[in-house]
């Protein structure tokens, strides 16, 4: 059975230095992910991503992991999601899934995808659709 889910989430991308001279003259630019989600994924998440954009900054692409601790729809545990998301002159294509296995707790069997939304004023929020194995 799939369920649907939306909310608000608050989001620190804070940029994190190269690992080494050779990664800082990629122009990719890495950053770490801590998130609040509100609503009934009520959790919180940490992550790391990778990024780049074009010089006009209206293209470019980034990837991420990151890991989400909480409640979905009164449910404990945690879960996974991958990102592999990319822009083409502002308009987006994202790709974001749970990753299969990555369930806990009652969240074991998570399956799932989320679109992030990204409101005028820079307000975010989630669109989350997801099943559970054996239900």
Same mark, same amino acid.
């Given at each position: 059975? %799939?369920?649907?889910?939306?909310? =608000? !989430? ?9 690992? %080494? =001279?050779?990664?800082?003259? #990629? ?9 609040? !989600?509100?609503? *009934? ?36 545990? #945690? ?11 502002? *308009?987006?294509?994202? %790709?974001?899934?749970?990753? =299969? ?17 990204? *409101? ?7 669109? !989350?659709?997801?099943?559970? *194995?054996?239900?």
């Amino acid at each position: 059975m %799939n369920h649907h889910v939306q909310g =608000p !989430f608050d989001v620190k991308v804070l940029p994190r230095k190269a690992d %080494n =001279p050779q990664a800082e003259k #990629s122009g990719v630019g890495r950053m770490s992910l801590d998130k609040q !989600f509100h609503g *009934a994924l009520d959790a919180t998440s940490q992550g790391e991503m990778l990024a780049l954009r074009n010089e006009a900054g209206d293209s470019g692409g980034y990837v991420a992991i990151e890991r989400v601790t909480g409640t979905l729809d009164g449910r404990s545990g #945690s879960f996974a999601l991958q990102h592999s998301s990319t822009m083409h002159k502002g *308009a987006q294509h994202q %790709n974001i899934n749970v990753i =299969p296995g990555s369930g806990t707790g009652e969240l074991a069997g998570l399956s799932g995808s989320m679109v992030i939304v990204i *409101a005028e004023g820079g307000k975010h929020s989630y669109d !989350f659709t997801y099943s559970l *194995a054996g239900e």
